[in-house]
Structure formats: structure tokens, C-alpha cells
């Protein structure tokens, strides 16, 4: 593993980058680990809080060229798995890659992309884990840690070799793939098998107003699939919709 430890960067996902913007030859699987990050981003442009040296915060270099337009979702839902796996609790994944245990948020995942074409060029995939912190001060309204649940501290180390290794296994899944049929791999399988609130009628909310739906799948481009209670199928991509409490 090619693993660059800072002490503190604004964004691990941007220092990665302008790293491998200098050097087009960083192998793949380069992971920057910080220590501190100052500005660190979730989806959409929120922020990310993580006290010094108490969770994790890095970034993965992948070059997905076997993933088209049409299948970039699938890359989100290999990471996603790979965080949830090491943490041997029922941590589940709210869609799009959120890491939930219960109804509060334990990791989020920030996955950038360049193109070439129709495919992926470069992935930067950024993850934020919450590990060791007891006490959360931002106004993020769910966020709890391993600590929280165990009451035992986690070995940062070993957490972050473990992720990784999960990553790399999962991807190559992924890779393996290639030529083929990606419509629905064991990928896209096991990451419906671990969605949240995945069996039920829950409240969702979207431009026009609060529904009740149920989840039916993720297509590979990343759309969340809903049934209303009335019966009418519904399509949504990201931040057109969103979950209710």
C-alpha cells in the first residue's frame, strides 16, 4: 500500500488531487491519511467535523476506466460497502453513501470524478469515519462514533488497513466485471441488501412536498427508485430528494 500521512491538509480529497495532478503516474490505491482536516467536505459542499487524531480522514486514488457514465454509481456502492464490513456492527448505508448505525451518522463518503469520454478517467474518493470522538460540536444533527456505541477506543490503524484492504477487494469485483454485463453484479446486490430503512413505508420529502414511499432498488447511474403508498414508481437522483425523521 502507497500511504502519504500528513498532519493536517484543508481536504484530503483536494490535496490528493493536486498531488496527483503533479505526479500523472501515482499509482493507483495512493491513500492520503491526515491526522487534522481543516475543511473538510461532504456531499453536496457540507462540511465534515473530525477532532484531531481521534477518527479518520483520507483519501483513495482509483483510475475506473472499466466504468462508463451509465455505471459510475457502482463505484460508490463498492466503497460504501467496503467502510461498512470492518465495522461489525449493523451499520447500514443511506443512500446515496451515507454510513448510518440506527438512525444517526457514523462515516460519510465524497467520491470525485474525472472523465475521459464516456468513462471514468480518475477517481479521488474521500472518506470521513467517525472512530475515537465522544463529542460532536457542529450543528450536524445525527453524528455519533464507534467509541459512542463500544465505549472502547479502535485502533486507528488497524481500522484504516482493514478498510482498505475491503476496498481493494471489493473494486476489483468491480474490475473483474469489465466486458461484461454490469447491470447487476453481486456489487449492486449486497449494497441493496445493506441500504437503510430498505424494508417499509417511510416518510420522503421532494420539491413538491412530504410523501410515503418505499424503497425498490438504485439503478447503476445512482437513482433511488421509490413506490409511493398509493403505487406510482418514482425516480429521484441525488438531493431531489430526501429522507424524513
Not at 464516456?118 to 464507534?146: C, K, M, W, Y
Not at 465505549?151 to 481500522?159: N, P
Not at 475491503?166 to 441500504?195: F, N, T, W
Request: aromatic share 8%; with cysteine; proline share 3%.
Amino acid at each position: 500500500m502507497n500511504i502519504i500521512r500528513i498532519q493536517a491538509t484543508d481536504s484530503t480529497n483536494r490535496h490528493l488531487k493536486k498531488l496527483s495532478d503533479g505526479d500523472p503516474h501515482l499509482p493507483e490505491g495512493t491513500t492520503l491519511v491526515a491526522s487534522v482536516q481543516t475543511a473538510g467536505r461532504g456531499q453536496a459542499g457540507n462540511g465534515w467535523e473530525a477532532e484531531a487524531g481521534k477518527n479518520l480522514t483520507f483519501s483513495v486514488l482509483l483510475y475506473p476506466r472499466f466504468l462508463s457514465a451509465g455505471q459510475h454509481f457502482l463505484l460508490s456502492e463498492a466503497v460504501a460497502l467496503a467502510v461498512v464490513e470492518p465495522l461489525k456492527m449493523d451499520a447500514r448505508v443511506k443512500w446515496p453513501n451515507d454510513i448510518y448505525v440506527g438512525d444517526r451518522k457514523m462515516a460519510g463518503i465524497l467520491i470525485e470524478n474525472d472523465w475521459q469520454g464516456d468513462h471514468i478517467r480518475r477517481s479521488i474518493v474521500g472518506i470521513g469515519l467517525n472512530v475515537n470522538q465522544l463529542e460532536f460540536t457542529s450543528d450536524a444533527p445525527n453524528p455519533i462514533s464507534i467509541k459512542q456505541i463500544t465505549g472502547a477506543d479502535t485502533d486507528l490503524d488497524a481500522l484504516l488497513g482493514e478498510i482498505l484492504q475491503h476496498i481493494y477487494k471489493v473494486y476489483k469485483q468491480l474490475d473483474d466485471c469489465r466486458g461484461g454485463d454490469l447491470s447487476r453484479p453481486i456489487v449492486a446486490q449486497m449494497y441493496a441488501e445493506k441500504l437503510y430503512r430498505k424494508t417499509g413505508f417511510f416518510d420522503f420529502a421532494d420539491k413538491n412536498g412530504i410523501f410515503r414511499a418505499e424503497i425498490q432498488s438504485v439503478s447503476d447511474d445512482g437513482r433511488l427508485h421509490l413506490a409511493t403508498a398509493d403505487g406510482e414508481l418514482r425516480a429521484y437522483a441525488f438531493k431531489e430528494v430526501a429522507f424524513r425523521t
